[in-house]
C-alpha cells in the first residue's frame, strides 16, 4: 500500500510537473520575437513611470492638479513638453501621473477578477453538484449582459470615483474567468493523475489546489495579460464619461474629456492622454498576443 | 430542431425576465432619493411625499416590483424622463431609427470588411501582408473609441476637410430642405420623399461615425477569419480534398471559408451590442441626436428613467441578437448539436 501510494504521488507529480515544464520552456521562443520585446520595453517604461512619477514628471505638483493660470493653453515647447491644458497644467506630467489610475488600476481590475473567479472555476468544475451549477448559472447570468453596461450601471448604484470604477468593473469581470477555468478543469479531472489522486484518498480541496490549479495556470495567466489592455481601456471609458477618477486627479480616460471639446485649436490636450493609452493597450496587447502564441503548442 | 428553438426561446424570455427584474433592483438601489429628482429643485418635503405617493415608493417592494412589471411588459411604460419631461419610451422610438442607421453601416461594412481581410490574410498567411493585417487588427482593438473618433475629427474636418466636423445634417439644409418624418430613418424618409440634397448632405455627415464605429469590430471580426479559417485548413477532410486534387483557391475559398464561418457569426451577434455601446461615446462626440447621445446625457444627468430605458433596451438587444445568432450558426453548421 505504502509504495502504491508513493508511485502515484509520483505520477501525478511528475504528470504536472511535466506539463508546467514544457509550457515554460516555450517562453525563451517569446524574446525572440521583435515586437514582444518592444511591447515589454514600452510597459516597463510605463510602469516605472507611473511608480516613480511624483520624481520623474517636471511639475509634479501640476500632475497632482494644481492650477498654473497664466500658462493655459500653451502648445507643445522646451519649457511644456507636450504643451499646457485648460488651467495651464503641463501635460506630460498630467499623462505620468494619470498612468498610474490606468495601469495599477487595470492590473487590480483583472487580478482581483482571477482572484475572485479562478477558485469560483476550479470548485465549480469539480464539483458538478448543485453548488457548482449555481455557480455557473451565475456565471451565465454575468455573462448574457454587456460588461461596459453592468460596470456602468455599478458605477452608477456606487457613485463616481476611480476605487468604485475598480470596483464596478471588477464585478462583470470575475465570471470569464470561472467559465475559462471551469472548462479546463472538467478537460483534465478524469486524467490519471487526478484519478490517482483521489484514489489515494487526499480530499478535495488538496486535489483541486495541489493537482488541478498548477495544471489550468497557463491559460489564467494568458488570459490575465490579454486582459490587461481592454480593462484599460474600460476604466478609460467610465472616466470619460464621468464616473470614474474626478478632477482634479489625472485619469487618461478624464483628460481627453477634458481636452474634447478644445480638439480643434488646442488638439495635445485631447490627443496626448489618447495617444498614451492606445499605445500602452496595444504594448499589453501584442505581448499577450505573443505570449499566447508561445505557449500554445499547436502554432 | 423544433425541441432546439423552445428551448432557446424559454431562455429568452427568462433573461429577458431576469434583465427586466436586475434593471428594477438597479433603480431602486441608486443613491439619492427618486421622488425628489422627479419634482425638481427646492420641492417643499409634502410636495415629495406626494410624488412619493404618486410613484407608489411607499408602497412595499414586491408591490412595486408588481406594479413596475406590469406597467413595462402591457404599457411598455418605462417612466417619464427628468431631462426631457417626455415618457421614455415615446423619447426611444424616436430615436432609435437615427442610431440604428449608423449601426447598421457600421455592422454591414466591419462584418464584409473584417471577413474579406481575414480571408485574404489566411490566404497569404505568413507573408508581409499578413504581418501588416497582424498590426492592423492590433492597433484597431486596441483604439479607445473616443480617441479614434476625436482623431478622425482632427485629421478628416481640421487638417484634410474632407468631411463635416459633427450633426447630422447641415444647418443651412435643415430649413431649405427639411427631412420629412415617415419612417424616422432619415436616409429612407429622404429617398422616398425624393429629398436627393438632404440625402447627400446625411450621407456625408454619417462617414466619419461609422468609420469610426467600425474599426473596433472589423478588427476582431478580421481576426477571428483568419485564425478560423486557418484551423480549419489544418484538418483531415482538407487534406483528402486536396489528395484528391481539387485546385488549392477551391479548397480554400469554398470548402475551407463555409467551414469557417461559424465561430465568426458568433462575433458578429456580439458586435451589435459592442457598436451599441460604442455609439454612447461616436454620438456624443460627432453630436448625433440618436441613442447614444440621449444615453450619455441621462447618465451625465443622472436622469434614472432614461437610464433604466436604455439599460433595459442594451440588454435586451444584447441578449435577442444573442439567441439569433445562435439559432443561425445552428442552421448553417449542422456539425453544432
Redesign the interface.
Known amino acids: 500500500m505504502a509504495d502504491n501510494r508513493t508511485l502515484y504521488t509520483d505520477m501525478a507529480r511528475a504528470a504536472a510537473r511535466e506539463h508546467r515544464q514544457v509550457r515554460w520552456f516555450e517562453l525563451k521562443r517569446l524574446l525572440k520575437r521583435k515586437s514582444a520585446g518592444l511591447a515589454l520595453i514600452i510597459l516597463c517604461m510605463t510602469f516605472a513611470a507611473a511608480l516613480f512619477a511624483p520624481w520623474i514628471s517636471p511639475y509634479p505638483e501640476q500632475g497632482r492638479g494644481d492650477v498654473n493660470v497664466e500658462h493655459r493653453l500653451l502648445p507643445p515647447s522646451s519649457d511644456y513638453y507636450l504643451g499646457t491644458d485648460i488651467y495651464g497644467r503641463d501635460m506630460l506630467s498630467r499623462v505620468i501621473f494619470g498612468s498610474r489610475i490606468s495601469i495599477f488600476g487595470g492590473i487590480c481590475i483583472v487580478i482581483s477578477a482571477a482572484l475572485i473567479g479562478v477558485p469560483l472555476g476550479l470548485w465549480a468544475g469539480y464539483n458538478e453538484g448543485v453548488s457548482g451549477t449555481l455557480i455557473m448559472r451565475v456565471v451565465e447570468l454575468f455573462l448574457s449582459f454587456p460588461s461596459t453596461l453592468i460596470g456602468m450601471a455599478i458605477s452608477l448604484i456606487l457613485g463616481a470615483g476611480w476605487y468604485t470604477a475598480i470596483i464596478a468593473l471588477i464585478i462583470p469581470w470575475w465570471p470569464w474567468y470561472t467559465r475559462l477555468v471551469q472548462g479546463e478543469v472538467v478537460s483534465i479531472k478524469h486524467m490519471l493523475y487526478v484519478e490517482a489522486a483521489r484514489m489515494l484518498g487526499y480530499g478535495r480541496l488538496t486535489i483541486i489546489f495541489r493537482h488541478l490549479l498548477p495544471n489550468i495556470l497557463t491559460p489564467v495567466i494568458v488570459m490575465i495579460l490579454l486582459d490587461l489592455g481592454p480593462a484599460i481601456i474600460a476604466i478609460g471609458l467610465l472616466s470619460f464619461l464621468g464616473l470614474g477618477t474626478q478632477a482634479p486627479m489625472a485619469d487618461w480616460g478624464l483628460m481627453v474629456w477634458e481636452g474634447a471639446p478644445n480638439i480643434l485649436n488646442e488638439w495635445w490636450i485631447a490627443i496626448v492622454p489618447g495617444t498614451a493609452m492606445f499605445i500602452v493597450v496595444i504594448a499589453f496587447n501584442i505581448f499577450g498576443d505573443a505570449l499566447k502564441d508561445a505557449l500554445d503548442s499547436s502554432t | 430542431m423544433i425541441l432546439f428553438l423552445a428551448k432557446r426561446f424559454t431562455g429568452l424570455i427568462l433573461?429577458l425576465v431576469?434583465?427586466s427584474t436586475l434593471v428594477f433592483f438597479?433603480t431602486r438601489?441608486?443613491?439619492g432619493d427618486v421622488a425628489a429628482l422627479y419634482i425638481g429643485g427646492n420641492a417643499k418635503p409634502e410636495q415629495i411625499e406626494r410624488a412619493r405617493i404618486e410613484l407608489g415608493l411607499d408602497k412595499p417592494l414586491v408591490v412595486q416590483y408588481k406594479r413596475y412589471m406590469e406597467r413595462l411588459i402591457f404599457h411598455a411604460d418605462m417612466g417619464v424622463s427628468l431631462r426631457t419631461h417626455r415618457p421614455v419610451f415615446q423619447d426611444l422610438l424616436e430615436k432609435i431609427p437615427m442610431s440604428f442607421e449608423l449601426v447598421f453601416w457600421a455592422l454591414l461594412f466591419a462584418t464584409l470588411g473584417g471577413v474579406f481581410i481575414g480571408v485574404i490574410s489566411a490566404y497569404h498567411h505568413g507573408t508581409p501582408f499578413d504581418g501588416a493585417v497582424k498590426w492592423f487588427t492590433?492597433?484597431a482593438?486596441?483604439?479607445?473609441?473616443?480617441?479614434l473618433a476625436?482623431?478622425l475629427?482632427?485629421i478628416f474636418?481640421?487638417i484634410l476637410g474632407w468631411f463635416p466636423?459633427q450633426g447630422r445634417i447641415d444647418s443651412f439644409l435643415e430649413f431649405t430642405h427639411p427631412i420629412a418624418h415617415v419612417t424616422g430613418f432619415s436616409m429612407i424618409d429622404t429617398l422616398i420623399t425624393g429629398n436627393f440634397q438632404a440625402f447627400f448632405n446625411v450621407l456625408w455627415h454619417m462617414v466619419l461615425p461609422v468609420a469610426a464605429l467600425l474599426v473596433g469590430p472589423l478588427g476582431i471580426i478580421a481576426r477571428l477569419t483568419r485564425s478560423s479559417l486557418l484551423e480549419v485548413m489544418q484538418q483531415d477532410f482538407i487534406l483528402s480534398a486536396r489528395a484528391s486534387g481539387i485546385s488549392e483557391p477551391v479548397l480554400f475559398f469554398y470548402y475551407g471559408l463555409r467551414n469557417a464561418l461559424s465561430p465568426v457569426l458568433t462575433v458578429i451577434g456580439l458586435s451589435v451590442?459592442?457598436i451599441l455601446?460604442a455609439t454612447?461615446?461616436v454620438e456624443m462626440?460627432f453630436n448625433w441626436p440618436g441613442i447614444g447621445f440621449y444615453a450619455?446625457a441621462g447618465?451625465?444627468s443622472?436622469d434614472y428613467p432614461a437610464?433604466t430605458g436604455i439599460?433595459l433596451m442594451?440588454?435586451a438587444i444584447?441578449?435577442v441578437a444573442?439567441t439569433l445568432t445562435d439559432i443561425l450558426r445552428r442552421v448553417i453548421d449542422p456539425r453544432i448539436k
Do not use: D, E, T, W
Open positions: 433573461l431576469a434583465l438597479f438601489s441608486l443613491p492590433s492597433a482593438v486596441s483604439i479607445p473609441i473616443f480617441f476625436l482623431l475629427q482632427l474636418f481640421n466636423l451590442a459592442l455601446m454612447f461615446y462626440i450619455l447618465i451625465m443622472l437610464i439599460a442594451v440588454g444584447y441578449v444573442n
